[in-house]
C-alpha cells in the first residue's frame, strides 16, 4: 500500500489533550515491555498505569513470579488508511503461563512526542479513529496482555500517512524524497538537497520544516525543485522534507537532518587563513588537511588553537600534527611542541581522521585564537 511502510518512530509531549491521554515518547519504549495491564475502555485512548497489578493470588500463586509472560505479536500491517482513521492487523501471539485477553495499541504521531495507546479484547484486528488526521504521519505497535496483567514483548512497528481526502481521483500520497542531505552551508544559513519523489499522478511540490526536537514543526518552505534555502541559528538545527502531490496528499517525512549553526567570530583579515581540503572520503569515513597560514605583514604567532563547527555529522576520530579535540559539532585544535610557532608568511599543516554517515560538507568558518580567519575557497 503506498504511503505505508515498517520503520522508526519519532517524538514529543503535547499538555492539555481532552481526547486522549499522552505519555512522553522518552519513556514509551520501557513501557511497551514493562508496564502491566490497564483496565479502561478498548475504544479511547488510556493513560499507562504504572502501579503493580492488584489481582488477587490464586491457587497458592503469586503475581509477577511467572517468567511466561505471552510472546510479542507479530506481522503488523495496516490494511487500511483513510483520513481519520487506520485499520491494523496482526498474528496473534502465543500465551505464556496465562491466558490472552487483550492487546494494547500503541501509536504516536512523527516529528510530534505523543504516545496514545488504546485496548482491545483478544482480536487480531482494529481500526484506530481517535486522534487521526488527515495527511499525518503515524507510528504503531502492539503488545499482548494476559490475565496476570503481564505485558509481552512490543511487535514490528508499521509507519503510515494519512490522505487528505477519501474521495476524488487521487488519495494516494506520493512517496518520501529520497537522498536528503545538506549541500552546502555558510554561518547563518544551509542550503538543503533531495532528489525528486514519486507520485502516481504526479508530485507538484515540496514542504521543508524545522522541528524545535519536541512537538512543534514550523513550515519553512514550499518549493517545486528539489533544493531549498534554509536559515539557521545557534546550536542544532533540525529539518525535515514531504513531498506533495495535486490533490494535497503528503508523503511520509524524511529523516531528520541535524545541522550545527554557530556564532561565528568576525574575520579579520590580514591575520590568518585556513584551507580545510577533504583529501580523501569514503561511504563512512573521510581524511582532511588543515592548513593554517599566517597573513600578518609582521607578527609571527607563538602559539595556536584553532577551533570550528562541523556542519554535518561529522566524528574526529584521530589527528596528526595536532592535539584534536571534539565536543559535539566543535573542533578544537591545539599545536604541537615542534610547531607551536607560525612565522609571518608561514604556515603549519596538521590532518584529520574522521568518521560521517548523512553529511561531510567541510566547515564554514575557522577562529585563530578567538579571531575569525579568511577562509581559503
Not at 511487535?155 to 476524488?168: H, Q
Not at 590580514?270 to 577533504?278: A, D, F, I, K, S
Request: aromatic fraction near 8%; charge should be neutral.
Amino acid at each position: 500500500m503506498s504511503g505505508v511502510r515498517s520503520t522508526v518512530a519519532t517524538r514529543r509531549l503535547l499538555p492539555g489533550l481532552l481526547a486522549a491521554t499522552v505519555l512522553p515518547a522518552a519513556v514509551f519504549g520501557a513501557l511497551l515491555a514493562a508496564v502491566p495491564g490497564v483496565g479502561a475502555s478498548p475504544a479511547s485512548a488510556v493513560v499507562l498505569d504504572t502501579s503493580p497489578p492488584t489481582r488477587s493470588p490464586t491457587s497458592g500463586t503469586t503475581p509477577g513470579t511467572s517468567p511466561f509472560p505471552p510472546s510479542a505479536p507479530t506481522n503488523l500491517v495496516a490494511t487500511a488508511v483513510t483520513s481519520g482513521s487506520v485499520t491494523l492487523s496482526w498474528t496473534a501471539s502465543t500465551r505464556g503461563c496465562c491466558e490472552i485477553v487483550g492487546y494494547d495499541v500503541f501509536y504516536m504521531q512523527a516529528y510530534y512526542d505523543v504516545a496514545f495507546s488504546q485496548q482491545v479484547g483478544n482480536v487480531t484486528t482494529v481500526t484506530v479513529t481517535a486522534n487521526i488526521a488527515r495527511t499525518k504521519q503515524y507510528t504503531f505497535t502492539v503488545t499482548a496482555r494476559d490475565s496476570m496483567g503481564r505485558r509481552s514483548g512490543v511487535s514490528n512497528e508499521v509507519v503510515v500517512v494519512t490522505p487528505n481526502t477519501d474521495t476524488g481521483p487521487d488519495t494516494t500520497p506520493p512517496g518520501t524524497p529520497p537522498g536528503f542531505a545538506l549541500a552546502s552551508q555558510t554561518a547563518t544559513t544551509a542550503q538543503l538537497a533531495w532528489t525528486p519523489a514519486t507520485d502516481d499522478v504526479g508530485v507538484t511540490g515540496y514542504e521543508v520544516y524545522k522541528f524545535d526536537g519536541v512537538f512543534i514543526s514550523t513550515l519553512l518552505a514550499t518549493v517545486s525543485g528539489t533544493t531549498a534555502g534554509v536559515p539557521l541559528g545557534a546550536g542544532r538545527n533540525q529539518f525535515y522534507v514531504r513531498a506533495r502531490d495535486a490533490a494535497g496528499n503528503l508523503s511520509i517525512a524524511t529523516a531528520a537532518l541535524n545541522v550545527n549553526g554557530a556564532t561565528n567570530p568576525p574575520v579579520t583579515p590580514g591575520l590568518c587563513q585556513v584551507t580545510y581540503t577533504n583529501t580523501s572520503q569514503w561511504q563512512t569515513g573521510f581524511v582532511a588537511s588543515v592548513t593554517i597560514r599566517n597573513t600578518s605583514p609582521s607578527t609571527p604567532v607563538e602559539g595556536w588553537t584553532l577551533t570550528f563547527a562541523y556542519p554535518g555529522d561529522q566524528r574526529v576520530v584521530s589527528a596528526w600534527s595536532a592535539r584534536v579535540t571534539q565536543s559535539n559539532a566543535v573542533v578544537t585544535a591545539q599545536h604541537a611542541d615542534w610547531n607551536r610557532v607560525i612565522p609571518v608568511g608561514g604556515s603549519v599543516t596538521f590532518g584529520i581522521y574522521g568518521a560521517w554517515s548523512a553529511s561531510n560538507v567541510a566547515p564554514a568558518a575557522f577562529a585563530l585564537n578567538g579571531t575569525g580567519c579568511v577562509v581559503a575557497a
